[in-house]
């Protein structure tokens, strides 16, 4: 057993979906991205000392919080597998650096951060596959039903398909060098739970989904190819945002808006209301981000935040205390 005391991880944020691949496609980012502390306790189970950055909205109960669903899945697969005595709990400090319900994978930031922690107090003992399954653990909670398209890529880095659920299979895609994301979060919330029930209640035309298998090959396609006009042009869905995009005050605007200026695609990051746009060069996101801010607040009259960069490659990690 290790005798580290205490551990500080970082957890990105994730867009998820990527047009036409609901809930088989995600890519990390470089900003946001949760912080999660943790440190031995002699008093069993987990103990959720703070969370800081959330307004009061998020509950320090370890129950009731994905952080502390994700560290006790841990500790529990820890202790089911290896026959080694460990202290017996452990205290947690939640930093959010990321808005709530914002299609930014919050929760799954959350989730992979204490399922992290939890792992490198350990010793660093579980790989990628293990991770994910405890973060899951933490983002089934919140999210209505099981989705791996942010816990995957907040784990990993970089643009992950997943080929299967059961088993749960990922692929890590080929993420071409000038590639890079413009995100804005207009100041206003999507329900994940919420935003998924709409598209179980709803059935499907074939033709629909015929348009999503083209666009999702070419996207994989373009990947492999590097070629940025044509994962641009895959960035599109006919199955769930048009159910979804109703959900976000001026949608259609901003991506409009986004097109005219040059993006290479735009669509709705997870569930929304966060909406990214693909760009070939810093100036060209810098340039995409602000058109759709500013045309977040001319249509709806909505504050937003920007994040533009390149794709996280890393995933989560652990990072200096003052990091
Ligand atoms: N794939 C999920 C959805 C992501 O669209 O519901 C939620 O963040």
């Known amino acids: 057993m290790s005798t580290i005391s205490r551990i500080r991880v970082q957890a990105p944020a994730t867009l998820s979906n990527l047009g036409p691949g609901f809930d088989v496609l995600g890519m990390a980012i470089e900003q946001p991205g949760d912080y999660v502390e943790a440190e031995w306790s002699e008093a069993p189970g987990v103990e959720i000392v703070e969370v800081r950055g959330d307004a009061g909205r998020l509950s320090t109960d370890p129950t ?78 919140v999210s209505g039903g099981l989705h791996a398209d942010n816990v995957a890529p907040c784990v990993v880095g970089g643009i992950i398909l997943i080929r299967s659920y059961t088993p749960l299979e990922l692929l890590s895609l080929p993420v071409p060098e000038a590639l890079r ?112 801010a500013a045309r977040f607040q001319e249509v709806a009259g909505l504050d937003s935040d920007t994040y533009v960069g390149k794709v996280n490659a890393r995933g989560a990690r652990r990072v200096e205390e003052n990091e």
């Open 64 to 141: 009731r919080n994905v952080v502390g669903l994700a560290a006790t899945a841990t500790l529990r697969v820890f202790d089911a597998r290896m026959s080694v005595s460990r202290p017996p709990g452990v205290r947690l400090w939640l930093d959010k650096q990321m808005p709530l319900a914002s299609g930014l994978g919050s929760s799954a930031a959350s989730s992979v951060g204490g399922a992290l922690a939890v792992s490198e107090l350990l010793g660093g003992v579980f790989g990628r596959d293990d991770l994910i399954a405890c973060a899951l653990e933490g983002e089934r909670a």
């Open 181 to 292: 994301v413009a995100v804005v979060h207009p100041h206003t919330s999507v329900v994940t739970a919420e935003a998924r029930r709409l598209v179980a209640e709803r059935r499907f035309e074939i033709g629909q989904a015929v348009a999503n298998l083209g666009q999702l090959g070419a996207l994989v396609t373009a990947l492999h190819r590097g070629d940025l006009e044509l994962l641009g042009r895959a960035i599109s869905d006919a199955l769930v945002e048009p159910i979804r995009a109703p959900l976000v005050p001026g949608f259609a605007e901003v991506k409009e808006a986004a097109l005219e200026a040059g993006a290479l695609g735009c669509s709705l990051s997870g569930s929304g209301p966060s909406v990214f746009a693909f760009a070939s060069s810093d100036d060209q996101a810098t340039h995409l981000g602000a058109r759709m």
